[in-house]
Nanobody
Framework: QLQLVESGGGLVQPGGSLRLSCAASGFTLDYYAIGWFRQAPGKEREGVSCIRRSGSTTNYADSVKGRFTISRDNAKNTVYLQMNSLKPEDTAVYYC?????????????WGQGTQVTVSS
């Protein structure tokens, strides 16, 4: 079965850090661009970051630039999202997804999401 599984979410105080992981099973992430998305209550899902298949190119939403870092470890079949200087407005369910072509194309596989809550 082809699936993505996110982990690493939780409750953190403002200014804190979390590292999310996106692990694939049943397929190899090498051949996919991987995006992180988030959805807060009452809001639409938004793109947070994406890393291309080669790993050489990454992009970020303006709201997280300078605070979040996406990376991939193809040997572990895992993509990470390091989140620093977290703010309450970062609170959301975070999803990873795999796109066979590139970051701006359709995503074929989605994880179930992991909750991130930033609160004092």
């Amino acid at each position: 079965q082809l699936q993505l599984v996110e982990s690493g979410g939780g409750l953190v105080q403002p200014g804190g850090s979390l590292r999310l992981s996106c692990a694939a099973s049943g397929f190899t992430l090498d051949y996919y661009a991987i995006g992180w998305f988030r959805q807060a209550p009452g809001k639409e899902r938004e793109g947070v970051s994406c890393i291309r298949r080669s790993g050489s190119t990454t992009n970020y939403a303006d709201s997280v630039k300078g605070r979040f870092t996406i990376s991939r470890d193809n040997a572990k079949n895992t993509v990470y999202l390091q989140m620093n200087s977290l703010k309450p407005e970062d609170t959301a369910v975070y999803y990873c997804a795999a796109a066979p072509l590139d970051c701006s194309y359709e995503y074929d596989y989605w994880g179930q999401g992991t909750q991130v809550t930033v609160s004092s």
